[in-house]
């Protein structure tokens, strides 16, 4: 059974930086894409950074240079290390993994398939 799990969310001050976990579970994460998404109250959920197999990856534009995304296929863990927060980046954070095994990454939501459950930051002074 497939399963993601975010951890790391958490209210930190403008300008701070956190760390998001997301531990994958049920499949071999090293087959797959993984995307990070956010979704702010009243706002579409949008996408953030994706990581490819190879471990390359996009951003939005919203986030780049301040966002970067890794993974360690052994832990079977993707990270999204945030700095230079900004009020703007409060949201709930969700990873997911891509529907397709071996195909690139994207940061439209309709491209992945499994979901973990969410974890809140809030930048906030």
């Known amino acids: 059974q497939v399963q993601l799990v975010e951890s790391g969310g958490a209210l930190v001050q403008p300008g701070g930086s956190l760390r998001l976990s997301c531990a994958a579970s049920g499949f071999t994460l090293d087959d797959y894409s993984i995307g990070w998404f956010r979704q702010a109250p009243g706002k579409e959920r949008e996408g953030v950074s994706c990581?490819?197999?190879?471990?390359?990856?996009t951003y939005a534009d919203s986030v780049k240079g301040r966002f970067t995304i890794s993974r360690d296929n052994a832990k079977s863990t993707v990270y999204l290390q945030m700095n230079s927060l900004k009020p703007e980046d409060t949201a709930a954070y969700y990873c997911?993994?891509?529907?397709?095994?071996?195909?690139?990454?994207?940061?439209?939501?309709?491209?992945?398939?499994?979901w973990g459950q969410g974890t809140q930051v809030t930048v906030s002074s």
């Open positions: 990581i490819r197999r190879d471990g390359t990856s």
């Open positions: 997911a993994k891509r529907s397709l095994r071996g195909v690139g990454c994207s940061l439209i939501q309709y491209h992945y398939n499994n």
